[in-house]
């Protein structure tokens, strides 16, 4: 059973706690949104669900319930009685460790995984990105960012919000804002509004997509200047070579250029190696 605004309250009196606003802490309080989560993460037969900051345990509760094997990671340790009773009774597996260093080879392809998360506001980029690129047997993530980061994730080329995050998720699966939220929902409420997030995985991690993330991000880190002097720290070799091998104008800049496009530069720096 989810818990409520009035719930999440009482359990965080009942363990004298307080959120971390420098640990991004707002508990998700919304029933409805919690099903509308669970419902997006699919079929849970022979699937476990990976959770990113279980924060009172209500979206934790709701995946174990729907029928999903859960793993949940939280940096919090104060928060160790309260989730023990908001879960009392599930076998769940819950590690008190910072996501951030997460050990890549436990999701690999011998296991079908599914990340459903509250993502930290600091951190949850960064997470889902490096998830992305590593872990082999992520199937679909489904995550509450920022609106702003939503927009990041699921933007492509010739959006204002086009850029390195909206390349690395496009190199690893296609993304879609599922649906907006507003701060009501959470405790506390933020200043921003939230979204939901699906990525169907549909590339492994490989050697190409990982050069073609190197190449795009050197693009954005120098997002003003053309492509023929941007990716000279990651290229070596001629610059110009590799462009043109790859079919690419080198006067455009790393927004003009979709996942497909750092893709067809991977493979033709990769053959110049």
């Excluded at 849970?44 to 345990?57: F, Q």
């Excluded at 690999?108 to 930290?120: A, I, Y």
């Excluded at 086009?162 to 929902?185: D, M």
Aim: with cysteine.
């Amino acid at each position: 059973m989810t818990q409520t605004r009035s719930e999440i309250r009482g359990l965080l009196a009942r363990h004298g706690l307080t959120p971390r606003k420098r640990l991004g802490q707002h508990f998700l309080a919304d029933p409805n949104i919690i099903a509308k989560i669970v419902a997006l993460a699919g079929d849970p037969t022979g699937t476990r669900a990976l959770e990113i900051g279980v924060g009172t345990g209500t979206l934790t509760r709701a995946l174990a319930e729907a029928g999903f094997s859960v793993t949940g990671f939280e940096i919090d340790r104060r928060l160790n009685p309260l989730i023990s009773e908001a879960l009392d009774g599930l076998e769940v597996d819950i590690r008190f460790r910072d996501a951030g260093c997460l050990d890549y080879s436990e999701f690999g392809s011998g296991q079908k995984w599914v990340m459903v998360s509250n993502l930290p506001y600091q951190v949850g980029t960064s997470i889902l990105l490096d998830l992305l690129r590593r872990a082999a047997g992520l199937e679909r993530c489904v995550v509450m960012v920022q609106r702003e980061v939503a927009e990041r994730l699921t933007a492509g080329r010739g959006s204002k919000r086009y850029g390195l995050p909206s390349v690395v998720v496009a190199l690893y699966g296609t993304a879609r804002l599922a649906f907006r939220v507003g701060p009501q929902v959470f405790l506390p409420n933020p200043n921003v509004e939230s979204a939901v997030v699906v990525v169907d995985r549909h590339a492994a991690p490989d050697a190409r997509r990982e050069l073609a993330v190197r190449l795009a991000a050197a693009g954005f880190a120098q997002r003003r200047k053309m492509l023929r002097s941007s990716l000279r720290p990651v290229i070596t070799g001629s610059v110009p070579d590799s462009l043109a091998g790859a079919g690419i104008d080198p006067t455009l800049r790393a927004e003009d250029l979709d996942a497909e496009g750092y893709l067809a530069l991977a493979t033709a720096v990769g053959r110049a190696i």
